[in-house]
């Protein structure tokens, strides 16, 4: 009877809150489709992407930067983050173009200090820079090395922005082609939409805060007065740290978008692993005692309906077969936003079950010192 209980019901009653409140986030209706209205007056801005070992893509991402139709002043930062392959010298390439005149820049990335991750790092040096002889801008375009652009995405980002909004970000499509992404990236932002609810987030009322680092522009004054970069400059999960600290300054908007493609493929399910172990125990503080509740809570949130589904009986099984229906349907608006079969929705219980291995396989990373690898960096817990 409390088995009934505790692996039908619970899940039941957790899907339902999550079906019907919970800011509706699995609907999707943050998108930047909807037209906002442009500025009389078009602020500066300034691109600072952060980049290391990225020869692969840094020429479509940078080409994408500089093809925006922004119409005011913009100027772009790439900071080369140590890199140990040809990143900086593919971008120089496109430096010393005729046709991209003074908006591309290209600096050598200093050593990171103690205290420092690398990527924010990489982010204090471009804002630095860019703040230098007096030309300080108005907006700082945070912008990952695989991300790129459509043309009028700055042009929207700005005119979202208006003149209040500290923050505007925007989750960018992520790569979707190969059979371990059909499996476990539409997953990804629908856990992550779950954890920061995007109504929650642009709600001035609402004490959530994330961003999405592949696309985050920043108002310069606001970021100023929330400490710069250097106030976030250990936090692995960096997005959300300054959603944060930028939430405390005015309101923040995140949405999903098709302007924003990620050029980074995740062929196999190691690459998406290894994206989700980075940063996983970092979301959880590192705690053991919070890790053990979140494993706990993915198991009665997605196995247990299934176990319940397929091997009980009476009420309970109903229970179980409800709940799994009802997570299916959720799924459904992601999986039509990368295109995908809505018999997938019927596997989210099993890539639930691989989403906590992950977790579990990072805090098991971080206690043997190889937390938040990223690029050939260990850099979890570096806190200063």
Known sequence: MIAGILFGFVPLAIWLYLLLFH??????????????????????????????????????????????????????????????????????????????GDRLTVLTGAPRPPGWTGKLWALQQGSEQAAKNNTSPDFLWFTDAD??????????????????????????????????????????????????????????????????????????????????????????????ALGRVMKAQGPIWLGLTDRAVSLRPYEHIADIRHMI???????LNYSPLILLATLLGL????????????FAWGISQLAGWFAWIIMAIMFQPMLRFYRLSPLWGLALPLIGAFYAAFTLE????????????WKGRSQAGEQA
């Not at 172990?277 to 979301?283: H, I, Y």
């Not at 198991?299 to 397929?310: C, D, Q, R």
């Open 147 to 240: 991300i790129a652009h459509a043309p009028d995405n700055l042009r929207n980002l700005v005119a979202r922005a208006g003149k209040d909004k500290a923050l505007v970000s925007l989750m960018a499509r992520l790569s979707c082609k190969t059979h371990a992404e059909h499996f476990l990236i539409p997953a990804f932002v629908f856990f992550f939409d779950m954890l920061f609810p995007f109504g929650a987030v642009n709600d001035p009322a609402d004490k959530t805060a994330a961003a999405a680092g592949g696309c985050m522009l920043a108002r310069r004054t606001a970021l100023e007065a929330a400490g710069g970069i250097k106030a976030i400059r250990y936090n692995i999960i960096d997005d959300c």
């Open 277 to 283: 172990t980075r940063s996983a125990f970092a979301q």
């Open 299 to 310: 198991f009665i949130v997605y196995i247990a309906p299934v176990m319940t589904a397929l």
């Open 23 to 100: 800011r509706g986030f699995w609907r999707l209706r943050e998108r930047d489709t909807l037209p906002v209205t442009e500025p009389e007056f078009w602020p500066s801005v300034v691109a600072v992407v952060p980049a290391r070992n990225e020869a692969d893509v840094i020429q479509r991402s940078i080409a994408s930067l500089i093809a925006q139709d922004y119409p005011g002043d913009f100027r772009i930062l790439l900071v080369d983050d140590q890199s140990e392959d040809s990143t900086g010298d593919l971008a120089r390439a496109l430096q010393i173009s005729a046709l991209n």
């Open 362 to 373: 990072s805090a098991i990373q971080y206690w043997s010192g190889k937390g938040g690898m």
